[in-house]
């Protein structure tokens, strides 16, 4: 039976692909119940080299959900309920660079938002908070994430521009030929509004991209499917659980970015006027700016 696991500080989101660790040792399930719904699936505690750590497939085991119809609010929410102060975001990624490789790895520090459907923020209700989102990955995670990377001996990529598109289609000839005008690195329909709401939650998140084709842009490859990004992404999950284990035991207890803080000068609302409901809803985000409430 596994041993009881407390202070879980690290999770790892998997996309697809990556829908189990069988690395971790203690394992066990654990359900969350949220105000937003149940996360994607049950969150799996475990501990990889000795460190606890939870693990939540981002589509459900099976992938079951869609781009546009995942939980992020409720997996944000749940990650914050159990202690997690750090997520590493697995995800695959079309590339849109000649030099960015199907079976390279990205570690982006930018995003673009070309996400339409989604709920993207906790706040609302009578509670207004503008978190800053200028450098939406963790500078001190990603540049951590990256050198585990290299460790790995993959051809790894520092930084570039994460293009979040809607989906569940892939892009158009033409959407891509214009979205590599605008300077964009790899596309994906994943990590939107996932970092937004790390970033609300005072969470660090950097995200491993596993690039998996060339988009449609690329005139002496086959256009992408399914077949493909499956079958390099196949390729390249062992490759990020490798980059896992060696991260996890490196990164220490304490933080020193600005993540945990995120909130502390964002919150504008005046506090005496935010409904007790909003604040109770909100509790294991917002509770230590109303500890007086």
């Given amino acids: 039976m596994a041993q009881e696991i407390a202070g879980v500080r690290i999770a790892v989101i998997g996309g697809s692909g990556l829908y189990q660790m069988e690395e971790l040792t203690d394992v066990q399930e654990v359900r969350v119940d949220t105000p937003f719904g149940p996360p994607s699936d049950a969150i799996v505690i475990g501990r990889l080299e000795g460190v606890p750590v939870a693990f939540l ?16 609010l409720a997996n944000i929410y749940a990650l914050k309920t159990l202690g997690v102060e750090r997520i590493i975001a697995v995800s695959a990624v079309g590339s849109m660079r000649e030099d960015i490789r199907p079976l390279d790895l990205v570690v982006p520090d930018q995003l673009f938002d070309r996400t339409k459907a989604r709920p ?92 998996t084709d060339y988009d449609v842009w690329h005139e002496t490859e086959e256009p ?57 809803r909100l509790r294991p985000i917002v509770g230590k700016y109303f500890s007086d409430r």
């Fill in 57 to 72: 497939p981002r589509h459900g085991r099976g992938h079951r959900i869609s781009p546009s119809e995942l939980p992020q």
């Fill in 120 to 211: 993207a923020t906790f706040f609302g209700n009578g509670l207004v908070a503008h978190v800053s989102f200028a450098d939406p990955f963790c500078p001190e995670l990603s540049a951590a994430l990256y050198e585990a990377a290299v460790e790995t001996g993959a051809r790894v990529h520092r930084g570039g521009t994460y293009l979040c598109i809607e989906g569940p289609q892939f892009s158009t000839k033409a959407e891509s030929r214009i979205y590599r005008q605008w300077g964009v690195d790899v596309i994906g329909m994943t990590a939107l509004p996932e970092a937004k709401l790390a970033r609300e939650a005072e969470i660090c998140y950097a995200t491993l991209a596993l690039s």
């Fill in 224 to 280: 992408v499917t399914v077949e493909m990004v499956v079958a390099n992404l196949l390729r390249n999950v062992e490759t990020a659980k490798a980059v896992i284990r060696r991260l996890i035991p490196r990164l220490s207890v304490e933080r020193h970015c600005t993540c945990g803080s995120a909130l502390a000068n964002a919150i504008i609302t005046q506090r005496e006027l935010v409904p007790q409901e909003t604040i109770e």
